[in-house]
């Protein structure tokens, strides 16, 4: 069974007066029966451990360099992202790939680096609206993802993030049924290099997740979570989000 997973992305946003909603978070959450994540910046990681307590909710990263350590002004390590308590990293975000000129080839070794540090790396893949409209998108898709996940991956320390870029912070989304046959794909591509073991992978959907489509979302087949960057900054907006995640979790009777 793969765990279903409310991921959250703060992106540059967040200070400490934000740890307000981490509290909210934590204490709403701890009944949960989806695994619940938030990524803030890196400069808050340590400090919103601390204010979840003992609490399940888990943290993670945004971004990681592929090396350890050494001399990379400004980067950040997998192994310093684990000694702040982080237990994922987010690579290949969209922004990244655009703002930073990451390719695939650096995807996959900034989730090497997160494999080496022992975080989970959350790897994020999508077409533009261009691609998508010239029919290319599964075709892009399964070539991120072909060149993005690196060899040795598994669901135990891998998860894969739909996010058609078109659809990232613009209240777009995709219809149930382009969200459906990308999930398929990718099942299908992952299960084609990696054997049954290719199952294991959680795949989230991300792009404009809101209280409002999350159930519709959620219902779909293969898809495991989300992947949310605007809705996520209040626990107001978020929790309904998990909350929709812990409904499609929840055992039929
Ligand atoms: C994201 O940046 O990963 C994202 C999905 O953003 P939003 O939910 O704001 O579209």
Redesign the pocket.
């Given at each position: 069974m793969r765990r279903k997973l409310a991921a959250g992305?703060w992106?540059m946003n967040g200070t400490r007066a934000s740890l307000d909603e981490v509290r909210t978070l934590a204490a709403a959450t701890s009944g949960a029966r989806c695994e619940v994540l938030i990524c803030p910046p890196a400069t808050l990681l340590s400090r919103a451990n601390e204010a979840a307590g003992t609490a399940p909710l888990r943290f993670g990263g945004q971004d990681c360099h592929a090396d350890p350590s050494g001399a990379r002004t400004g980067d950040i390590s997998a192994e310093q992202l684990a000694d702040a308590g982080a237990r994922y990293v987010i690579v290949g975000?969209s922004e990244r790939r655009t703002d930073h000129g990451e390719t695939d080839a650096m995807v996959a070794a900034k989730a090497l680096a997160a494999r080496r540090a022992g975080l989970k790396a959350i790897i994020c893949l999508g077409e533009t609206l261009v691609e998508r409209e010239a029919g290319q998108a599964l075709a892009v898709i399964g070539r991120q993802l072909a060149g993005s996940v690196p060899d040795g991956a598994a669901g135990a320390d891998t998860v894969i993030a739909y996010?058609p870029v078109w659809?990232?912070?613009t209240g777009l989304t995709p219809t149930p049924d382009q969200i459906t046959e990308v999930h398929a794909a990718l099942r299908a591509a992952l299960l084609d290099r990696f054997g049954s073991g290719g199952w294991d992978f959680r795949l989230l959907y991300?792009?404009?997740?809101k209280p409002g489509n999350a159930a519709e979302i959620f219902a779909l087949p293969e898809v495991d979570g989300a992947?949310?960057?605007?809705?996520s900054l209040k626990a107001a907006d978020f929790l309904p989000i998990v909350a929709a995640l812990s409904a499609a979790a929840a055992p039929v009777n």
């Open positions: 992305n992106k975000h996010e659809a990232i912070g991300g792009g404009s997740v992947l949310v960057g605007g809705a």
